[in-house]
């Protein structure tokens, strides 16, 4: 039994509006990381996120992501930096996308610090704000 599924399509308009809005939430967590702004950072979660960290960390809720946070982010880049740059978006529903981008963290002095990451944010619009719904940080093996 084959079970048809129904996609909406968004007008290209409303689909480069809603990207420009998903970028300034990757811009907003970029710098929130980088001036090591822990409430901010959070605040872009869905309450009831899921997140797995760079290092494998599964993190259940804003509470615990917010405790991890508080924890690491201070003084994490007290001698480096991260940048995040959105490379895909997938709309799923006009409400909801897949968002792939593009992470390196950096030295003050602008060399690059270990792999780059490529993080994969699924994202729901909520009360007119994108916010992050379930996350998975990646670190790039390069060989």
Not at 112 to 126: C, D, H, Q, R, S
Request: aromatic share 6%.
């Amino acid at each position: 039994m084959m079970i048809g599924m129904e996609t909406t399509v968004i007008d290209q308009q409303t689909q480069e509006a809603e990207t420009e809005a998903i970028k300034q939430v990757i811009a907003a967590l970029e710098h929130s990381q980088q001036n090591e702004l822990p409430e901010e950072f959070v605040g872009l979660f869905r309450a009831d996120a899921i997140w797995t960290t760079g290092h494998g960390k599964r993190l259940t809720g804003r509470d615990e992501i917010s405790a991890f946070t508080h924890q690491v982010l201070p003084g994490a880049m007290k001698d480096s930096t991260a940048t995040y740059e959105v490379v895909d978006v997938l709309f799923i529903r006009p409400d909801v996308a897949a968002v792939k981008a593009h992470a390196q963290y950096w030295t003050l002095e602008g060399q690059p610090i270990g792999n780059p990451g490529t993080p994969l944010y699924v994202m729901a619009k909520e009360d007119g704000l994108w916010r992050l719904v379930a996350c998975q940080n990646t670190e790039v093996s390069v060989r």
